[in-house]
Each structure stands twice: as C-alpha cells, then as structure tokens.
C-alpha cells in the first residue's frame, strides 16, 4: 500500500513563527503536493513538484514556500506564520506521467494564535 | 476556467436508501476524474478514476460513472459506514504536474 507520511497531526504555533511541515512518502513517487483544506473553500493547491529540488506554485502560494531535497520528502514552510493560515494541510504523492492517482497523507492540523 | 461542482452540499438518507451524487465539470481537456472518500479528521482516500465519457467502476456499494459533463457516484443501499464526505477532482490536459482540481463535496449522512 502507498504511504504518505506527515509528521505531526497537530500543531499550534504563534503569530510570526516559522513552521515547518514535513512529509514523507514511501512509493518512489516523482510528483508530490501541498494542499490546504479549509471549510467551505474546499482543497485547494499551494505547490507541487514534480522532481527533485523543482517546484510549481499551485492557486494560493501565498505566505508559503517548499522544499523537495530528496525525492521522498516534501516540506511546506510558513516563513511567518498568520492567523489566516489556520487550516488543515494536505500531502500527496503520485507516480510521474498523467492520470495517475493521487495518494493523500493523514493531513496536519495547523492552528495560528 | 476549470472548475468542479458537487451537489448535494449534504444529504441525508436513511440505511438501504439507494440515492446518486453529482459532480458537474468544466475543463478545456478531460485527462482524468478522480473520487475520493473522506472521513473526519483525515486524508481523502482514493476511490475511482475515470477517464472518458461512458466509463463505469464498482466498489461494494458504489458505482461511479461519467459523461462529457458530469459524473455520479450512486450508493445502492448504503449503510451507515458509507457516512463519509465524498469528493470530486478532475485532473485536465496541461496541468503541469498532474495536480488535481476539486470539488467542495458532498456530505453524505446514513442513518440506520
């Protein structure tokens, strides 16, 4: 079975920290995701990549930055984090190529007080 | 632009109450439509992919299908297990990456 792994379910952080989310994924996939989910807002994209060390802002980059070091590790950083980037956080991995099934982790619940 | 919607927002049926979910698309290119279960508190689990107009698959007691348009997840007979958000994605032609495009979901409540 795909595993995708994101380290800590839970979080709350301060206004202005940096936070970083990691995750990890087992299947040798070449693309993985950040997505954010937030009630009636749906899941929407913050970045993806498609191969190590490359990156593709998705629909809301905004606040947020990536890191693809080693092709089974995908890291979403919040450089300063905001009140408005309390949310659910989303990781995915899919095998390279097209129409291939996208694989999601548990999700990180981030809260920012 | 490309979008996704899903209606029902919520729907309630009672155990054995057969009913249909659906997700209406509108993408410049079709590569592939994707649902997925999501329970409380975690991760979208994959359910189906489909890729062209006239294409059906069957898991237990759901069946996705889909047109040029739109597509349905009927539930036969559902059971309270079956309580779960589901959602819709489609993934269209040039979209660097293969990210996936959602819906906002519908709700699905079962009550015994």
């Known amino acids: 079975d795909v595993k995708v792994t994101q380290s800590s379910r839970y979080l709350v952080k301060r206004t202005g920290e940096k936070v970083f989310l990691e995750c990890v994924q087992d299947?040798?996939?070449?693309?993985m995701f950040w997505y954010r989910q937030d009630p009636g807002l749906g899941l929407r994209l913050i970045y993806f990549?498609?191969?190590?060390?490359?990156?593709e802002k998705g629909d809301i980059p905004e606040g947020y930055s990536v890191s693809r070091e080693k092709k089974e590790r995908f890291s979403l950083i919040l450089e300063s984090a905001s009140t408005n980037q309390t949310s659910m956080y989303l990781c995915?991995?899919?095998?390279?190529?097209?129409?291939?099934?996208?694989?999601f982790g548990e999700g990180s619940w981030l809260t920012v007080v | 632009e490309d979008q996704v919607t899903q209606s029902p927002e919520a729907l309630r049926l009672q155990e054995g109450e057969s009913s249909s979910l659906n997700c209406s698309y509108t993408?410049?290119?079709?590569?592939?439509l994707f649902w997925y279960r999501q329970d409380p508190g975690k991760g979208p689990e994959f359910l189906f992919t489909?890729?062209?107009a006239g294409e059906e698959k069957e898991k237990e007691r759901l069946k996705a299908t889909l047109t040029k348009k739109e597509s349905f997840l009927h539930i036969t007979a559902p059971k309270p297990e079956d309580s779960a958000t589901y959602l819709c994605?489609?993934?269209?032609?040039?979209?660097?990456?293969?990210?996936?495009?959602f819906g906002k979901g519908t709700t699905l409540s079962v009550s015994s």
């Open positions: 995915a991995s899919s095998p390279g190529g097209t129409g291939n099934t996208i694989y």
């Open positions: 299947m040798d996939h070449e693309n």
């Open positions: 990549s498609y191969d190590v060390k490359m990156k």
């Open positions: 993408v410049s290119g079709l590569r592939g």
């Open positions: 489909l890729y062209s």
């Open positions: 994605a489609v993934q269209p032609f040039g979209q660097a990456g293969t990210a996936l495009i």
